[in-house]
């Protein structure tokens, strides 16, 4: 446990001093809030939701943010690789899998402060928390996320030598995944043909928990979204870890 | 107790022998080095010495650990500092030892203790709350030797530790690695391209090429096992003057492009005898010198080539090239 928590400390040391990484990355969440929910508020209206079109992404744009500060968390150890420091730890009498693990959690950690900045701010466009538990629910959801999607990072960081990769990645593994939940639209409106890439896409049980926990709706009963959310997570830890235990430096 | 103790370590990769049968034993307390051109293979021995590596065939003990089947035994009880950097420079020099105290699970009163005096041995006392980036690569290297005796190891492994450093720098890392040696009784194996380097720290000298030991002894013997001073001589038509030289007193001659190298006992004895013997035959000198063997001597004598020519050579670049791809 130590271990893990040595680890887990770095990361999340690294996190809190690079504030441009931090600020950088709040840029697009927000952007996204401002520009959609503001554009389309007026002339959106979600069936069967009271509020409006603004309230309904807010959720969504809180699991993007958390999605690309894990997905990002876990891709680092590539530097770590190319800066040598993988070296360090790997050569250190501690097994992988406390390694991963560490790594896995700081990812999330560092992934889940990043969701709560982005909270705060919506609090002043118009997000109504509706009270201690849902917030804790969502807070909940956002770690899930943040488990499987570091988890998820470090397994392809596993299997990549450098960032070239990087952006294949995120154009055609991580934008699709978040596209496909059910951040931006509601899931129940969907051509049937989309509906069961949404419904394969585990980000859609993490949106769908978030919005329970924030505005007390979702579309996916958020027992069901917990169990995928979990089962999501431990699949990932272990599909890294696995792949951890073979990276070469 | 023997702190390492090879026996026919072999690595390859793929059709690639990178390590070749090395053999080598590491008595506590010594300063052993491996001696040779970037690609020899070095590095890969260090790393299968360090686990790092799993070799291919052969095996090895380091402090009586097997390095393949206690793996762990062997980690806990060796420090190591690689050849490219592995700090974290967004950490402070505190932060980086902090965080290998923890990995190496050292209590947090002893771990204190322990970086407040190694930082005040490396001189990095007064910088250790600064991030490494902003470190000279002086200053880093020192850092990670620090960091490399936290838990207090026996055996410290040094991959090229003053690799690309100014000489003033070197100097001071020479110091603090003998005295290291000296006073901790820390057995060190350091890898070294560096000529001055094996001679100036190492007790013994294994000389490394393409992956196989073609000498292993102390400095001093490896020089007179050579034969001898070496005299260099230019001139235009050096194949002569070796035919020329058959004397008994001359123990060896090596012929290269446009100068001959010959190694004999008391060179200065023999000096006016080699000159005029070569002028009555007509031939021109163009330069004469004499000097006492070096370590660059042996390599050349063992291997045929300078250091510095071995790492022009082309294939050693493609080792190079493959070396810094797996990294």
Known sequence: ?249 | MQAIDARNLTKSFGDLVAVDGISFSIASGEIFGLLGPNGAGKTTTISMLSTMQKPTSGTATVNGHDVVTREDDVRKSIGIVFQDQSLDEELTAYENMDFHGRLYRIGGEERRRRIGELLALVGLADRKDDLVKTYSGGMRRRLEIARGLLHEPKVLFLDEPTLGLDPQTRNHLWEYIARLNNEKGITIILTTHYMEEADRLCDRIAIVDRGTIVALDTAENLKHSIGGDVVTITSPDPDKIADLLTAPWVSGIERHDGSVTVRLQEADRHIPGIVTAIHQSGIGINSLSVRKPTLEDVFLHYTGKTIRDEEADGKETIRMFQRARRR
């Open chain 1, 1 to 249: 446990m130590d271990i893990v928590y040595t680890i887990w400390l770095r990361n999340v040391k690294r996190y809190l001093r690079s504030k441009s990484r931090i600020v950088g990355s709040l840029g697009m969440p927000l952007f996204f809030m401002l520009v959609l929910g503001f554009g389309l508020n007026s002339i959106v209206r979600i069936p069967g939701m009271e509020e409006g079109y603004l309230e309904f992404i807010i959720p969504g744009i809180v699991a993007m943010s958390v999605l690309f500060t894990s997905v990002f968390s876990g891709i680092q150890i590539i530097w770590d690789k190319q800066f040598g420091f993988l070296k360090e730890t790997l050569v250190a009498p501690v097994s992988r899998l406390e390694i991963m693990i560490g790594q896995t959690l700081g990812g999330a950690t560092t992934a889940v402060i990043q969701g709560l900045i982005l909270m705060v701010f919506a609090l002043f466009i118009g997000l109504q928390p509706a009270g201690i538990t849902g917030f804790l629910v969502a807070v909940g959801f956002m770690a899930l996320i943040g488990v499987t999607f570091t988890a998820f990072g470090i397994a392809i960081a596993s299997r990549m030598e450098d960032m070239h990769g990087f952006q294949l990645i995120m154009n055609f593994v991580i934008f699709p995944i978040f596209g496909l939940s059910g951040a931006l639209f509601p899931i129940n409106s969907l051509p049937g043909w989309l509906r069961p890439l949404t419904l394969a896409d585990p980000l859609t049980y993490g949106v769908e928990g978030i919005r329970y926990g924030l505005s007390g709706t979702a579309q996916v009963h958020p027992l069901a979204s917990l169990a995928v959310m979990a089962a999501c997570a431990v699949l990932m830890t272990v599909a890294g870890a696995y792949l951890f235990r073979k990276i070469q430096t």
